[in-house]
């Protein structure tokens, strides 16, 4: 896993700033019910994403949180009063606290899955009855855009996907979260282009490529050998999905609210506009 603290001062740059942020927040805010009541950002890192969740809903009250102090710093200064140091899998606050809790681009960070399976705990405890979990899924896959570069790097060794949308679906049913509907975004400013994928494996942003890897620099030549190096391919695709906490009116009757789960929205081509 990436050193956030080290990461913190470039992340922005390097992921799609302000564009990517507003599309996240856009296709998160479509998932979730209108009106007033509490928000948790889980993992909230430079709180980009929480500060432009905030200002699309100004009911909501919201607050986020991350593990990593530079990140939490940036956070903080961005929402003053509202970003919290914390674990996920150990978040402190009561049960039953927020309207919504989201978690963009955080389960597919760890190795073990019982660390997912906290997470996932986690976030439906402090829902209350009615509220919505919304994350991304899936996200190694979003960056699959049929490029050359992918061409190239397909046959490398990949970790499972600990965020795979059936298995996220499936922890969130143990807490018992019903599906409550999916969207789509992109990823604005994130494709890739040959010359920064081989920067990427130098760092160890892929995983299963350590940069003293002799593989590392097989795919680096590989990549070099590619036309148009600085040229950006296509954008990733990111998917959210979305799961409600139900309400229970009477001993042993679940009341389902009147809200309709959200169908599988699209935001990518309102994304793609600066």
């Known amino acids: 896993m990436l050193d956030y603290d080290k990461e913190a001062d470039a992340y922005d740059a390097s992921r799609g700033g302000e564009a990517r942020a507003q599309a996240a927040a856009a296709a998160v805010l479509g998932l979730i019910p209108d009106g007033p009541g509490r928000l948790l950002d889980l993992a909230c890192g430079t709180g980009i994403v929480t500060r432009e969740i905030a200002a699309g809903r100004p009911a909501l009250r919201v ?15 961005r929402l003053p009063g ?17 309207d919504a809790v989201t978690s963009i681009w955080l389960l597919h960070l760890p190795d073990d899955p019982d660390d997912v399976r906290a997470v996932v705990a986690e976030c439906a405890r402090v829902l209350r009855p009615g509220g919505v979990y919304v994350t991304t899924v899936d996200k190694a896959a979003a960056h699959d855009v049929g490029s050359d570069i992918d061409a190239v790097l397909a046959d490398r060794p990949v970790r499972p996907a600990e965020d795979a949308a059936g298995k ?27 010359r920064g994928a081989i920067a990427d494996l130098r760092r160890g942003w892929f995983t299963r490529l350590p940069p003293d890897d002799p593989r590392t620099e097989c795919y680096a030549a590989r990549l070099a050998g590619l036309p148009d190096q600085d040229r950006p391919r296509p954008d990733p695709l990111f998917t959210l999905c979305a799961f409600r906490k139900p309400v229970v009116d009477r001993p042993g009757h679940l009341f389902r609210p009147a809200y309709r789960p959200a169908a599988v929205r699209d935001t990518s081509r309102r994304a793609a506009r600066p």
């Open 82 to 98: 509202k970003v919290v140091r914390a674990d996920s899998r150990r978040l402190p606050f009561p049960a039953a606290t927020f």
């Open 63 to 77: 607050t986020g949180a991350d593990l990593a102090p530079a990140m939490t710093r940036m956070a903080t200064a």
């Open 168 to 194: 996220v679906t499936a922890y969130a049913a143990r807490h018992g979260l019903t599906p409550a509907g999916r969207a789509v975004f992109r990823g604005v400013g994130q494709g890739r282009s040959p």
